[in-house]
Each structure stands twice: as structure tokens, then as C-alpha cells.
């Protein structure tokens, strides 16, 4: 609720939104909440990749580059089971592309350079 309008909870939203648009499953989900959301969310949305966003927070120094690497073995573990392919990044400003053929790494090495980051993070 929000100012007196009820919004939905957001998996019916979710499966409101799938159903509009006569989809069965999305290719990509980009997200956060570990593994707790994940069980709620992979079996409405049937990804086939994931994409994890700011699980290293948002207050660490942005020039530094990423703070530290994606890891959550028991979320790795059930988007394994749940066959969701990890799009795991490895510096800030990596680059995918989505096709037809799945999530591709795209080069992005000189936006990397010029921002002073290494193309992957060194831990």
C-alpha cells in the first residue's frame, strides 16, 4: 500500500507482468537478495541467467574498482540446481550482451582503462 493504492505483492505483480506479456519464462533476471529472494523469484520467472547486482554494497569508494567477488555458495548452488546460469562479474563496468544465444561477455576494456580499473578484479 502505498499512500491508500494497493500495489500488489510483488510476486503476483510479477506473475501479473508474465502473463501480460504471454511469457512462460525471461531469459535474464538482474537482481540482489541472495538466496531467500531467489526461491521466491526463480519459480515464477524460470530464468536462464542471473545477473547478481550491488551484493557488494554501495558505500564502498567507487574508483577502487570492485570491492570484492560475487560469492554466495548456497545461491550458487540452487541456481545450479534450478539450471540459472551465474553471470558472474568480475569488475565494475564489465559488459554482457543478451541474444538469442544467451548472455555473451562484451569487451569493454577501454571504458574499464579509462576509469583507471583493471578489466578483472584482483582479490
Known sequence: MVDGTDYG?????????????ELDSVDLWIGTG?????????????PRAYLPIHWDGLWEPFDAGMP???????????L??????????????DK??????????VDN??????????DAQTF
Open 34 to 46: 541472495g538466496l531467500p529472494i531467489a526461491e521466491l523469484v526463480v519459480p515464477v520467472l524460470k
Open 96 to 105: 554482457w550482451r543478451l541474444g538469442v544465444d544467451g548472455v555473451r561477455p
Open 9 to 21: 505483492a510483488p510476486i503476483d505483480n510479477l506473475r501479473a507482468a508474465l502473463d501480460e506479456a
Open 109 to 118: 576494456r577501454a571504458v574499464k582503462q579509462g576509469l583507471g580499473f583493471s
Open 68 to 78: 570484492r567477488p560475487f560469492s554466495s555458495p548456497d545461491l550458487e548452488a540452487y
Open 80 to 93: 545450479a540446481q534450478a539450471g540459472v546460469a551465474l553471470v558472474r562479474p568480475g569488475q565494475f563496468m
